[in-house]
């Protein structure tokens, strides 16, 4: 190698020492590049969960990365007493001119660090709501979830959010909190006339079969968040609440299901529900009308008006 270098300075007239500081960041570049590759090759035999290689991708590049800007800052920043005092001067000058991009880096390592989502949950931040599929230094990447499409469905598009945007827009994660469960509420609205506590013991049924058997693996994950956070623990079991509106009675079933599932699982009860309530003859489904209500010959008899005789029988 150093009669390579000097064959070189006599050739190009370029000093040997440069030569020798390329050949080492060559060498340097490619056993990082060497040593990464037959990592990933080892994961890949061992594993093939997507969310496991994603990760040891992601560590790996980092790691090879810092190292790579370590080793070769120590060969061409030598007139600095240290890799870290010319990277503190760097970032003086960086932190005017480069303000945002700075702060996604922060963003960054804050999401790294206090793990507010991570890659595979899904999220809402601002006005943007989708599964987290990416995390780089300067953004993260959702598939885009809501906004025309009900349901919390996928729309098809990709979203990248700048990382800053976790310092100043609230996050909510479907996935990660108490449970890996969230609660969901379908309204049934029925006739004034129908058998409204048949209804909700039908409902209270259908709820049961479809979601009672989440409730115990709910109350385990909930036992276990408690450890680390103040709960008061809520009631886990299907629901069905009563109350009144304008056209009938009001019965919501709240009960929980998986944040994935919402949508598919809406329509099993519906499909339960109408099926049901089809084979009552005494629970009808309101919804809004128009009908002329004669007190004194309809209602309780009780609660009638006193009918107003004409003029020539007074």
Not at 131 to 152: C, K, M, P, S, Y
Not at 200 to 228: C, F, M, N, V
Not at 257 to 262: A, L, N, S, V, Y
Request: proline share 5%; net charge positive; aromatic share 12%.
């Amino acid at each position: 190698m150093r009669l390579l270098t000097e064959w070189l300075q006599k050739t190009t007239g370029i000093p040997a020492d440069l030569y020798d500081r390329v050949f080492t960041s060559l060498t340097i570049i490619l056993v990082l590049w060497l040593v990464r590759r037959l990592i990933l090759k080892a994961v890949w035999r061992r594993t093939e969960n997507s969310r496991i290689r994603y990760q040891w991708r992601k560590i790996s590049n980092y790691t090879a990365v810092t190292l790579g800007l370590l080793f070769l800052g120590r060969i061409w920043f030598q007139q600095f007493e240290s890799v870290m005092t010319f990277l503190g001067l760097l970032s003086a000058g960086l932190a005017i001119a480069m303000k945002d991009p700075l702060v996604n880096v922060a963003g960054w390592l804050f999401i790294l660090w206090r793990r507010p989502f991570d890659v595979g949950d899904r999220i809402q931040i601002g006005p943007h709501a989708g599964d987290v599929i990416d995390i780089r230094v300067f953004q993260f990447t959702l598939t885009e979830i809501g906004n025309w499409v009900h349901a919390d469905q996928c729309t098809g598009r990709i979203v990248h959010i700048p990382n800053g945007k976790v310092f100043s827009d609230p996050q909510v994660n479907y996935t990660k909190g108490w449970f890996d469960y969230i609660w969901n509420e379908l309204p049934v609205l029925v006739t004034f006339e129908s058998n409204w506590q048949r209804a909700k013991a039908e409902l209270q049924q259908i709820a049961t079969d479809h979601a009672g058997h989440l409730t115990p693996l709910a109350e385990r994950k909930l036992k276990e968040s408690s450890r680390e956070f103040i709960i008061v623990s809520p009631s886990l079991a299907p629901t069905v609440y009563t109350s009144v509106e304008e056209s009938g009675v009001l019965l919501t079933l709240r009960y929980l299901c998986e944040p994935r599932r919402r949508r598919e699982g809406t329509q099993q009860l519906w499909e339960a529900i109408l099926e049901r309530f089809a084979a009552c003859d005494d629970i009808d489904f309101a919804y809004p009308t128009t009908r002329y209500y004669a007190n004194t010959v309809e209602g309780k008899a009780g609660a009638r008006a006193t009918p107003e005789l004409p003029p020539e029988s007074r």
